[in-house]
């Protein structure tokens, strides 16, 4: 008989799990189980489906259960798995639709469950029309009410947040954003956090708006249950038609709690850089799992579709009887607000402090492109280093320029260790529509240098 | 008497090397000699210029000599430096309006002449309406005959031509590129060139013509001794109300043939990395200098602003008594063509299989952007791998798509030495406007690293 893996979950990681074991082995059985009624979808589109950028939400499904039907994949969708069994080799899965529980035999299990929303334990919470926004049903539900709505609050001031305000904003909403922090984007320094608050309120006044420090600690409906207004602990009451909880999410790995699989950092699946767990024949991808970050050496848990993606990758190959390592993740993230880019990758001048890196950082704003170019952007670049050795600890960069660029130059440094007084010279192309003569992010190396040896 | 530092050269490198040093050492003697009648301006821009993009020439200049003066350097325009006596110390001078020879000498002296075009020895090259395109009067030279113009052709396919192309040909130009290799951008391979020719022709047919393998013979002209006619070895005549000699430049080291300073590739200047010729007390900067290739440990000649800068600054540093190596360059380049991006850093893989590197490649075309986006472009990218050792050769990429992101991801791995099995699973981050869940240029990666191990 041929060798069975059964693949749990069927978000990003899943499903190119499946996808890439099939192309080095044809002879595997494979099958896929997932508690939702569709796979392999994108959920990071989501709020550009709200603003209509995308206007068919079917457009975010990557692959349908009919296109893995074709290549010999078995999907199994409503189908959620309830236990997993590492001494028997099988886990039980629940049918959703019959209620009923049968068990499933594997000689490799991959748990690719994901991530699930935090919904916050404050009075009203359940009330109607206070949405997460995880699954392609919360954002046409988010939109459905966005077009008959004016007002809207949103909870918690991360990247989900920050690109549902554009999306609302867009559609002529009123927008309220809560963050109980000093700051919106707690993982960006306060001085590049700041910037962009600047940014939203300076774009939009009167329509946008951001409370800090603000805790929510009630709901209020109206007769009909739907909630009406958003109350915080200083007293203040934001009418709302509509309310989006942006307060983040956990793994999905409760149901693994009997199953002696070890759990790391906030309950996140603990795999090796092979993405095997302490089981044999068990391996873990995507949200559901601990990452290991290179620039702190730390076991961190950061979800990402991208990351999801590779491990999803590597362990199909190291399944196959190939050999692939996940080496770790850098805590690259990027998002969007209109023309402004916002982004962090390592870690940011605070966070070095806390974990006692001896640091020292430049902050540099400059053109993206040659002075005497009519389409140039200005950014911020905020370059941290290591004083000890001279590595790159990380970048945070905000601006209308091209700061994608810069940030995806400091990447492979950070990796590489390379020393700021080589990266400072780094022999980045240049021509006037791309860059100026010295580029920005080798302007913020050279002052960091400079502050090192002073 | 204070310590006194001779700058000879005006164009990029020298004014940088004049501004770094005063900016640590108030107390030095500067003075800066150069032929033309202005000083520290972009070349870079002048396509851009002609194009109309850019009005007012003025605008390519970054500094004149009376900022300068606010420095307290002094800035000597058409005076060219015609021998340097490193036994004595010091340089002679020719004023260009007197006539008259003076010497001066120095403690410290920095070359900085950079490169003079190569005019190609072809009969009738000093015909009126051929122009090469390295001032700004030049530029202007060009932008003029252009506006009474409907013919032009442009000798040689490097970046030169295929900006000025482009300028013309938003003018409602009809052009003809005549190359004598059998393809145009020979540091590229055939297949990407030829990518650039197809949509070079595709874009506008009729107007722009690229002949390749064709050498010209002989300009013809009218009996105002005004360009008329182009005639290629094959016997093509060409109707031509001007040229641009796109043939090239050399460095500018003429005048050091007796110095004792040593010359190395194309003549161009002899420096260790910390930009010191063999010679005491003697520095040389920029275009005039060669370069240490850290793909092929060799020595090139490729002349770039953005080196120039760099090795200005740097040599600035060390004069000033402080510390700095300027390790290399990795060739990297850039352009544009209307929406097209081109970009090569470090080694084709022709110049691969000429050094004897055994080497693997993979070409990718992708989105740049999460496919349900709607702006998103393509990108054709080949990246080129050393079998043995798996470090990265280099990278071409072709494309309406964010090229030049994944080209800079790419360069501090090179520099780096990181590992194709590294690289393929770097940490770059997503978001659906900035890339797909896995970036082309790790998808390429992955195919490269697949190829290998096959």
Known sequence: MSEKVVII???????????????????ILIELYTQEDIISYSACGLPYFIENIIQNPQ?????????????????????????????????????????????????????????????PN???????????????????????KMRTSKRAVLIGGGYISIETMEALISNN????????????????????????????????????????????????????????????????????DFVVLGTGV???????????????????????????????????????????????????????????NKEGRCAAINIAGENCIFEGILNSTITKYFDLTISIIGISKKEADKLGFQSEYAIVTKRDKAGYMPDTGTMTLKLLVDKYNHTILGLQGIGEG????????????????????????????YAPPYSPAIDPVLNAAQIVYQKIND
Chains 1, 2 share one sequence.
């Open 9 to 27: 979950g069927g978000g990003a990681a899943g499903p190119k799990t499946a996808a890439k074991l099939r192309r080095i082995r044809p002879d």
């Open 59 to 119: 457009t975010l499904i990557l692959r349908t259960p009919e296109d893995f039907k074709k290549q010999n994949i078995n999907i199994f969708t409503k189908h959620r798995c309830i236990k997993v069994n590492t001494e028997e080799k099988n886990v039980v899965i629940k049918n959703l639709e019959t209620n009923e529980d049968f068990n499933v035999s594997y000689d490799v299990l991959v748990i690719a469950t994901g991530a699930v929303p935090v919904i």
């Open 122 to 144: 404050i009075q009203g919470v359940n009330l109607k029309n206070i949405f997460k926004l995880r699954t392609i049903q919360d954002g046409i539900n988010v939109k459905q």
């Open 173 to 240: 909403i009123d927008v309220t954003l809560i963050e109980k922090h000093s700051h919106i984007l707690k993982m960006f320094d306060e001085d590049l956090a700041q910037m962009v608050q600047d940014y939203i309120i300076g774009r939009n006044p009167g329509q946008a708006h951001i409370l800090t420090n603000e805790n929510v600690i009630k709901f209020e409906g109206n007769k009909n249950g739907e909630v009406e207004k958003v109350i915080t602990e200083s007293g203040k009451i934001i009418e709302a």
């Open 250 to 308: 956990r793994p999905n790995t409760d149901f693994l709690k009997d199953s002696g699989i070890k759990l790391g950092v906030y309950n996140s699946i603990k795999v090796d850089n092979t993405m095997k767990t302490n089981k044999q024949s068990v391996y873990a991808v995507g949200d559901c799992t601990h990452d290991f970050n290179l620039v702190t050496n730390r076991h961190v848990w950061v979800p990402l579709g991208s990351t999801a």
């Open 402 to 429: 091209d700061v994608n660029q810069r940030i995806n130059t400091v990447i492979p440094a950070i990796l590489g260790k390379t020393k700021i007084e080589t990266f400072m010279n780094l022999d980045l192309p």
